[in-house]
């Protein structure tokens, strides 16, 4: 399975301007951005923080592929009961960075690499939705005492962590 592509492929798109959805289900404000859009729940949290925002609004908010970081690569070979074998590279201004590492997730190895970049994160609160054909992830990073929420869409969970973790970066990163 080669991620790399699907990743690229995803944060390079054109921001998405399908059809809103159906009206709100019960329970769920009309003033969340990802319902109106898509008939989803933002976690409760970013849904008071986002409330009253458009779409394109909201995607501004939080998310940002064109900060310090960028996500070169991430492809993920299985290991059998042991996990995968991923490995990533992330563009830190001029520095290109590397890893593999076994893993359950993409997420460990990413913010290994941010970590080693000098930016570490931690990941307080981890959301995902299906939208049609992506993967959504809200992330809550916090580094040092800011903490922040973060947006990822990928074909799969692990493209998604991995745009929201790089987003997450770019957003906590002076």
Not at 3 to 31: D, F, H, K, L, V
Not at 141 to 159: I, K, P, Q, Y
Request: net charge positive; proline share 5%; aromatic share 4%.
């Amino acid at each position: 399975m080669n991620i790399a592509a699907e990743s690229t492929a995803s944060q390079s798109a054109a921001p998405r301007t399908g059809r809103a959805s159906a009206p709100c289900p019960a329970g769920i404000p009309p003033s969340d951005p990802l319902n109106r859009r898509y008939g989803k729940r933002l976690p409760r949290g970013l849904r008071r923080e986002a409330a009253h925002l458009s779409w394109a609004e909201f995607e501004s908010a939080y998310t940002c592929r064109n900060g310090r970081f960028r996500l070169d690569e991430l492809s993920r070979r299985s290991q059998g009961v042991t996990g995968h074998e991923y490995t990533a590279a992330v563009t830190d201004g001029d520095t290109v960075r590397r890893r593999r590492a076994r893993a359950h997730g993409a997420a460990s190895v990413l913010t290994a690499l941010l970590h080693e970049a000098g930016v570490p994160l931690e990941i307080a609160a981890l959301h995902q939705q299906r939208l049609e054909a992506d993967v959504a992830t809200f992330l809550l990073c916090v580094r040092g005492r800011r903490r922040r929420w973060a947006m990822g869409l990928g074909a799969g969970s692990d493209d998604s962590i991995a745009d929201a973790l790089v987003s997450g970066a770019n957003l906590l990163t002076d």
